[in-house]
């Protein structure tokens, strides 16, 4: 009677643990994928300059997130998966919204310098105009210079990939490829960063911290997707992730320890990264 009291409170205490576990799991799958920006969004924000950090970083957040959510609607997923993708498109928001205030702030400054230029005679900064969302031109795309440009890029798109998704739930063809679509856009996360460091031959301003966290949590979700049969299409492209967030490890090797020679259209006066 005893041994099967024993064995009893041992089996409960092994499903407790065992839920402990899986919250735990879960609770670092929804906000897990936002802790590598923390230190990015610091840097910028005491640094005052976001042009170590690519935005289209936050682009391709936004669409793949966007898009892994509309696929919940055709083909139901854990939720954690998609509490993370709702907790994700706020977070690249506020980063959006940072570097877009840092950004017209600077211009501000370079404006300010060049009528002082301009009044003691020396040659005129130019000075970037503004640009806007309406303005609908591609040359300008995702370098807007309103916060409230993004947002508005951000819910047209919501909008008519959602009435698109809407009218093709029944299709079991369109559903699979709107979530390989979304996780693929999601394993390509790096690729700006990565073109990014190539172009200017370094990985100054970018913050390694993020870089070793984004591998770091991609191997987590990774191995997650896989114990816990998620769709096929995450646990490919979460090993796409992986390998891209490796490249650019070694980009911080290469340049670090073998610094080389910018390219000469990526100079600027601060820095030479992109927006």
């Not at 099967?4 to 576990?21: K, P, T």
């Not at 609908?136 to 047209?156: E, G």
């Not at 093709?168 to 394993?187: H, I, K, P, Q, R």
Request: net charge neutral; charged share 15%.
């Amino acid at each position: 009677m005893i041994f099967r009291m024993e064995a009893d409170g041992l089996e409960w205490l092994f499903i407790l643990l065992h839920q402990i576990v899986s919250w735990g799991a879960s609770g670092a799958m929804v906000f897990g994928g936002v802790v590598p920006y923390i230190p990015q969004y610091r840097d910028i924000k005491r640094t005052q300059n976001a042009e170590g950090f690519s935005t289209y970083v936050c682009l391709v957040l936004l669409v793949a997130n966007i898009l892994r959510i509309l696929f919940w609607f055709g083909r139901h997923f854990e939720s954690p998966l998609l509490w993370q993708s709702i907790v994700m498109i706020f977070t690249m928001l506020l980063m959006l919204k940072l570097c877009t205030e840092v950004r017209v702030t600077n211009e501000l400054n370079l404006k300010r310098r060049s009528f002082a230029a301009a009044d003691s005679k020396d040659e005129e900064i130019k000075v970037p105009p503004r640009r806007s969302f309406l303005d609908f031109d591609l040359h300008y795309f995702w370098h807007w210079s309103k916060f409230t440009d993004y947002v508005q890029c951000v819910l047209t798109f919501t909008g008519v990939t959602g009435y698109i998704t809407y009218l093709s739930l029944d299709s079991a063809l369109f559903v699979e490829t709107l979530g390989f679509l979304a996780v693929f856009t999601e394993a390509m996360l790096g690729v700006p960063q990565l073109y990014r460091n190539y172009q200017n031959r370094s990985t100054e301003g970018m913050s390694i911290k993020m870089v070793l966290m984004w591998t770091s949590g991609d191997t987590f979700k990774t191995v997650y997707f896989i114990l816990n049969q998620a769709p096929f299409q995450f646990s490919i492209c979460g090993l796409l992730q992986v390998l891209v967030d490796m490249a650019i490890l070694l980009q911080v090797y290469l340049y670090t320890y073998y610094p080389q020679k910018p390219a000469s259209h990526a100079a600027h006066p601060v820095s030479a990264k992109a927006l």
